[in-house]
């Protein structure tokens, strides 16, 4: 006769990683259930909690709950700690996207969008420089990095020991601050030439007062700021990789300042 025992102990342990796996993925648009199917995702949030706790194990003495109340209390403050993490994460995204926006808004193309899995409705300069830093956040290890810095997370804050009250919440709004500011000083070539060119269409209309020159201005419009886009395109990208390379530092510090 076959007798299958399970240790409850382990069974908690497994469901904390599962739960802080599952919300470090969420936030994340390439691991979203608009992106993944489902299953797919279940089933890797449970290969990686496999890996995990076998890579990171938890150390002796995890608390154990007294009741439902407690254990749900555990697996909410599993779930945040992940989702903290991950959020972190999708601002990388987030900046690309809003350089892109910033850009639309002064080319013309802010009524094109795109329908894009995981972000909805994102205008075609977004979702352009959203696939180039995605491309380059992998060409620079930042999966790697990421999932790193979530072994990092259970070895520097063990499962069933965060404690929320210790995070500084104005890291997040400095961050926030920060990637706004960067991503509208990056877009501020395209902003001078939107500019300039209301500046000499203005004047030209002045001067030559018979030229039609919403027809004319728009064509411009689109054809300077395309122009200077190519121009800065290979500065953009070294930019970009070094902000890159600077965030996912920031990310592995602040993992280890949850301790």
């Given amino acids: 006769m076959l007798n299958i025992h399970l240790d409850l102990n382990w069974v908690l342990v497994f469901f904390l990683y599962y739960f802080r796996i599952l919300f470090f993925l969420i936030p994340q648009t390439i691991f979203t259930f608009r992106v993944l199917p489902t299953l797919f995702l279940a089933h ?42 991950g959020f972190f994460i999708r601002l990388i995204f987030v900046f690309f996207i809003l350089f892109g926006e910033l850009i639309n808004l002064h080319t013309g193309l802010a009524m094109a969008n795109l329908m894009v899995p995981g972000l909805g409705a994102v205008g075609v300069f977004g979702n352009l420089f959203r696939v180039l830093g995605g491309l380059l956040f992998f060409l620079m290890g930042g999966l790697e990095v ?40 990056m877009a501020m070539p395209v902003i001078a030439v939107y500019i300039i060119v209301n500046l000499v269409l203005a004047l030209t209309n002045r001067l030559v007062p018979n030229v039609n020159i919403f027809f004319v201005g728009y064509p411009i419009y689109m054809l300077a700021n395309f122009a200077v886009i190519a121009l800065l395109t290979p500065g953009l990208v070294y930019l970009s990789g070094h902000l890159i390379e600077r965030y996912l530092k920031m990310f592995t510090d602040f993992v280890q300042s949850l301790h």
């Fill in 44 to 85: 890797l949030v449970f290969a990686l909690t496999w890996l995990y706790i076998y890579v990171a194990p938890p150390p002796q003495g995890v608390p154990v709950p007294q009741n439902l109340f407690h254990l749900l209390v555990l697996i909410t403050l599993e779930a945040f700690l992940g989702f903290i993490l």
């Fill in 146 to 185: 990421s999932f790193y810095g979530l072994k990092l997370s259970f070895e520097t804050v063990p499962v069933g020991t965060f404690n929320p009250f210790v995070l500084d919440f104005k890291v997040f709004a400095l961050l926030l601050v920060k990637v706004i500011t960067i991503a509208l000083g």
